[in-house]
Structures are given as C-alpha cells and as structure tokens.
C-alpha cells in the first residue's frame, strides 16, 4: 500500500516490500530520562525586542493551549543574544536589557502551558561593565538570582553563555577554555551562596548547566579542543561539582546549503550518535558524575531550511533524534525554536496560529513515551536505514490512559519507534520476551518531502485556528498480527500494552 492522500483518499499499488525484518526488545532497564526529557527554546533574541518578548503575545490563550498540547517539560532561554543582553532590576531600559517583570512575564507563560525554565546568563558581561575584561562579572547575575528566589519564579536552571567556542565567529571576545572553567567556579560559588542548593532541577535547588557548546560532528575531539580544555581545567581547579548538566548543540548541517534528500540520508542520521560519543568520552574523563543534555537541536543551523526544517521530512529526524538522545541517557533535549525561524514549531500569520510538521512528533511523543529507554536489537537492519528504539509507554495521563487504552490488568507497556529512510515499506517482526497478543499503531507519513502537512493514521496534524487545541490523534489496533508495516520514508509509533516488561512498571 502506498498513501497518496492525506485524508480518506488511498491507492493501493504493487510495491516491493522488504520482509522478514526482526526486532528485538529486551526487558532491561537502560536509561531513565528526566520526566521533563522534551524540551522547547525560546530564542534569547526575544529578550532584544523592545519590549522583551515583544510579538510573542505570551498571553494569547490560542498559544498557551497549542504549547499546553504539545508537553514541554523545560522551556530554555537561550541562544546567541544570551550574550547581548543583560539583566536589569530597573528594568527595560536598553536595547537587549530586561526586567522583573519581563521574566516573570515569561514564566507566568511556563506555568500556564505546565513547563519550567533554563535560563541563560550573559558570559559576556565583563568586569567594570565591559566585554574586555577576561573576569566574569557577576554582579547582575546576582542580581537576578536574587530576584528569582525571591519571587519564587520555576527557574530550574542556568547556563552560562551560548556557544563560548564559537565567540569570534560571531564577534563577540573569545572566551578561553581556561577562562570559562574559572567562571563556572564563581557561577557555582553564586547559586551556592543564593540556594544553599544546586544540582536537584528545582526552584530551590537549581542545575547549573553548561557550556553549550555548537555541533561537534565535523572533527573529532582532542586534547587541544575547546571543550577537553575546558572539562579538564575544571577538573584541575578541582571544580568538576561546577557542571551538573554538561550540555551541548547538535544540528545536521547549514540551513544554506541543505537539501531535503539529506535527510533520508543514514550517513547524515549516524551524525548524531557520533558526536554525542565524542561529547561522552570527554564527560567521561572529567566530569563522570554530570549528566548530559541537548541544550539546544535542530535540523539545521542558520535559521532552520526552508521547506526542510518546516516540513514533512523533518519529522524523520527529529524523531530519530528524540529516540535516540534518550537511549543514550540523555537527560533533556531543547528543540530550537519553539517559534520563528524554518525550525520553529509554531509559526503565527494573519493572527493565527499554525504548527509545522515537528510540533506533531513532539506532541506524540509527550503522549506516548515514558521515563525508561530499553535495548533494542535491530538497529543496524537494513545499514541503518531502519532506526528502531523502545520506550516504556507513558502510564500517568497520556492519552492512552484518559481513553482508556492502557489497562490496568495490563503492566509493562512499551512503545516502539521505528524510523524507515528506505524509499520502499519495510516489514518487521517484532521479537519480545513474552506474548502479546495486540497494539495500537500510529503511523506518521506525508505526500512529499518537502510537504508543510503530516498526518498520523491519514488525520491531517493541524491546530484548531479557534482555539489552538491540538488534535488527539487515534491509534490503530492491531490483533494477531506480526508483521508492523512501515511506509517508505516514513515512521511509526508502536504501543504494546501487554508486553509485560517488568522495567515498565
């Protein structure tokens, strides 16, 4: 079968299929991700309009009800303006300052849709004022944590300037590795002396994050890159309890330069697994007791690829790199942007709002995916162009349980995430310690590539122009079948109520 249609409109063709493609789940615990795991950013320019946030209308009750359906657990500020603009109890008083109330303006906004915050301090602001002094200024970070504690704000979380290593490329003063470590030790010695507390991702006891560092996929790392310089001068200060969340950013390639064949591309998918290995390795020697997040993703940089970040094909990679951050225990991954730009997930026009085909992946997956990561054998099939990953399913208010698809007579519930690049439907058989006898299917596909449309199960994904609501989407049962069907270029969300796993609880 081929979908040709995203409504009721099917023609069934004689494709070749590729059949007889195993997958195996097996019943141990790999990785439990934090319960806020999905991740939105909101640009940190935001904070440069005048007034701050100015065009977002974070009120607007369509949006709220759009972010509210889409889950985010962590709502980041961040990006590169973090190291333009300052905080400024007086208020908005410059170009790129902010205020209290522009603060709690954003997080009045995080409450309302159920997320917290990260937030990210300039590293930029030098002493005396300036940006040529090589010692952090700490004076209005204080400031503002001061603020923050006091007003009782859902602020989990702070880095410390964005892409430090990437400071000349975007004129701003270079910032060494060496530097840097002595500045998360005053940024430590801070969140010490304001909580008391750090390291719990909670009001009272925020993270401190850090260092943002850009994409890692085109050299391998060594002893003389950033990011080994800076994790091990750390470690020589003795100040590795400095970073309790090591984060870095991933993007496939330029949003300049990207065509959308390249992400059907195993060779372009595999980036990520491997930089986030060299990013391990040098978590590994330094800081062992951090955890890593994706503080920061997309598709691609510079704004995200017309017709690519925005469309159908993104869906591909986005849920590989969902699936596949929290297999290797990620604890958050921050998709860049919430709105604006081709990779926004939102984008507002004529006075409404509309997603993009993403913001769909995200909902589903807030939906159906639990905490625990599990191992899954069938991986490499197909020269890992069929990317298979298992998740215990969500238990607590998904929406399998308020319709009552996940019974209580029936524990251990996991989902499958099987992402096909091949351009013919694939066949899998699904390999599982015990017997289960059905599933639901939620099978994601689009007319083209480059499509501004996705569909889940042929119900277009698409916000209520009214109200912002987002549609529940209805997975498919399956009884008695083996074989889980996969489209060409497509993916699927696979529920198996009665797996039985005892690492889903």
Same mark, same amino acid.
């Given at each position: ?16 299929l ?44 369509r949006?709220i ?6 889950? @985010? ?7 590169s ?22 603060v ?7 409450m309302?849709?159920?997320?917290d ?40 979380g ?33 969140v ?18 850090g ?10 790392f060594?002893k ?44 372009l ?45 993104s ?95 029936q524990?251990?519930?996991i ?7 091949? @351009? ?15 599933r639901w ?6 007319t ?5 449309v ?26 008695g ?8 270029e ?6 198996? @109520? ?8």
């Open positions: 079968e081929a979908m040709l249609g995203l409504g009721s409109l099917t023609l069934l063709l004689a494709l070749p590729i059949a007889g493609v195993d997958v195996v789940v097996n019943d141990t615990n790999l990785f439990r991700t934090d319960p806020r795991f999905l991740a939105v950013t909101i640009d940190s320019g935001t904070l440069c309009h005048s007034p701050p946030f100015a065009g977002l209308n974070l009120t607007d009750e949006l009800t759009s972010v509210r359906g889409l889950h @985010p657990g962590l709502i980041r500020i961040g990006g303006a973090t190291d333009y603009s300052f905080y400024d109890s007086a208020g908005h008083t410059a170009a790129c300052t902010y205020g209290p109330d522009d709690q303006h954003l997080t009045d906004f995080a309302a849709v159920g997320a915050v990260v937030w990210g301090l300039n590293a930029e602001d030098r002493q005396n004022g300036t940006t040529n002094s090589t010692t952090w200024n700490s004076t209005r970070a204080r400031d503002f944590l001061n603020m923050v504690k006091a007003r009782g704000l859902p602020i989990v702070f880095e410390l300037g964005n892409e430090p290593d990437q400071y000349a490329l975007v004129k701003l003063p270079p910032v060494s590795p060496s530097q840097h470590a002595l500045d998360y030790q005053a940024l430590l010695a801070l010490q002396d304001v909580y008391g507390s750090h390291g719990q991702g909670t009001p009272a006891s925020p993270w401190i994050i260092p943002a560092l850009t994409s890692v996929q085109d050299t391998p060594s003389e890159t950033w990011l080994l310089e800076f994790v091990g001068n750390l470690s020589a200060l003795g100040a590795q309890e400095s970073i309790d969340l090591l984060s870095w950013h991933f993007y496939y390639e330029s949003g300049n330069h990207a065509e959308s064949t390249d992400f059907v591309s195993t060779g998918f595999d980036r990520f697994m491997q930089a986030d290995s060299w990013v391990r390795k040098a978590q590994a020697l330094y800081l062992p007791n951090a955890s890593l997040v994706l503080s920061e993703t997309a598709s691609a940089w510079a704004g995200g690829a017309p017709n690519i970040s925005d469309g159908y094909v869906v591909l990679c986005y849920a590989d790199r969902l699936a596949a951050a929290a297999s290797l225990g990620t604890k958050f991954m921050a998709r860049q942007t919430l709105i604006g730009g081709a990779y926004g997930l939102l984008r507002h026009e004529n006075d409404t709002w509309s997603a993009n085909p993403s913001f769909f992946i995200g909902s589903l997956w807030a939906q159906l995916i639990g905490q625990v990561a599990l191992p899954v054998l069938g991986q490499e099939s197909l020269a890992r162009s069929l990317r298979s990953y298992a998740m215990c399913t969500r238990q607590d208010g998904g929406f399998l349980k308020q319709r009552d698809l996940l019974p209580d007579d524990p251990g519930s989902t499958l995430v099987l992402v096909n690049l091949e @351009p013919l439907p694939v066949e899998i058989d699904l390999v599982l310690p015990n017997h289960a006898p059905e299917e939620f099978l994601v596909t689009g083209r590539l480059t499509s501004p996705v569909a889940v199960n042929g119900a277009i994904g698409e916000l209520d122009p009214a109200t912002g609501a987002v549609p529940t989407f209805s997975g498919t049962l399956k009884r079948v083996t074989g889980i069907r996969v489209d060409g497509s993916l699927a969300f696979v529920v198996v @109520p009665g797996a039985r796993f005892s690492s889903c609880p």
